[in-house]
């Protein structure tokens, strides 16, 4: 959605990057990279026209129930929406590179959870705490009906045009990022002369497994704790804005410790990714 695609955009940019971290490692011109221009093309090709046609079609759902039609979108904002989904793409492969090259494999996956962390963060809790009621409503099988605070479809979501939409489209996004993701991880894993023969030889099967779990349970999950957390410091303090900025600080710290040092939960589940640190 225009709110969130500008996170989902860098996520994807970082995926195709950090999968590709040790072609990339000691590659000087990464734009002009095959991985580069795999990016680019899934993010100019099928991402960004994705976005359009929801945009279009749906501009209620699209806009997370902010616009009723297309005369509520300025221009310059449709322009904008368009251009970032292709340019926040580029944005999180450059930076994931940068770290890249500097051996922190571990830092340039975490670029793509923190990309996945804001998507689903903002369709969870939005500004508002119900960024999931805005979600789960379609007003196309709702009689025209306008999304209000309580509203929502549940799992009857499930079968709105929305959702159906989303379906179609992920024939095309899921393969198109899952294939090159998991075969650029076991390519440069099998090219690594440094990693042990065990490691160096990687199960397809259980790469997309730990893709799956990293996006759907670690970034997913966390999104949720954060959200909670946001919602009931603001209640707690009486405050939106203090449970924003208090609530998201001190999930920040908690996770940090409790999933991402070495060794904890989060970090194992990125080291099936990334496997192990060129300085290792």
């Known amino acids: 959605m225009v709110q969130v695609d500008v996170f989902w955009a860098y996520a994807l940019g970082s995926t195709f990057a950090s999968a590709a971290a040790r072609q990339l490692k000691e590659e000087d011109k990464p734009f002009t990279s095959k991985y580069f221009v795999y990016n680019l093309l ?3 090709c099928i991402f960004a026209p994705s976005g359009i046609y929801l945009l279009w079609n749906f501009p209620d759902w699209e806009t997370m129930q902010v616009a009723r039609s297309h005369l509520d979108l300025p221009a310059w904002l449709v322009v904008i929406f368009s251009v ?16 890249i090259r500097m051996g922190k494999f571990f830092a340039a996956h975490m670029q793509w ?3 996945y962390f804001f998507m689903f963060f903002i369709l969870l809790h939005g ?11 379609d007003s196309s099988v709702n009689n025209g009906a306008p999304w209000a605070p309580g509203m929502h479809m549940g799992l009857g979501f499930l079968t709105s ?4 939409t989303l379906l179609g489209m992920g024939l095309f996004v ?3 990022l899952g294939i090159p993701v998991i075969r650029w991880i076991a390519q440069g894993a099998a090219m690594d002369a ?3 023969k065990e490691k160096s030889r990687q199960n397809p099967v259980m790469l997309g497994v730990w893709l799956l779990t990293a996006i759907f349970a670690v970034s997913l999950l966390s999104a949720g704790g954060a959200g909670l957390a946001v919602h009931y410091i603001g209640k707690l303090l009486g405050s939106q ?13 908690a996770a940090y410790f409790l999933l991402f040092k070495p060794h904890m939960p989060g970090y194992r589940v990125f080291q099936q990714l990334f496997i192990e640190e060129p300085a290792a």
């Open 174 to 176: 899921v393969p198109g």
């Open 84 to 99: 970032t989904n292709i340019t926040q793409g580029i944005l999180g492969f450059w930076i994931s590179y940068k770290f």
């Open 194 to 196: 440094t990693l042990p």
């Open 42 to 44: 899934f993010l100019s």
């Open 127 to 137: 500004w508002d705490g119900l960024g999931w009621q805005r979600f789960l409503y």
């Open 161 to 164: 045009n929305v959702c159906y």
């Open 241 to 253: 804005g203090l449970g924003f900025i208090i609530g998201l600080a001190a999930f920040g710290a």
């Open 113 to 115: 959870f923190l990309g």
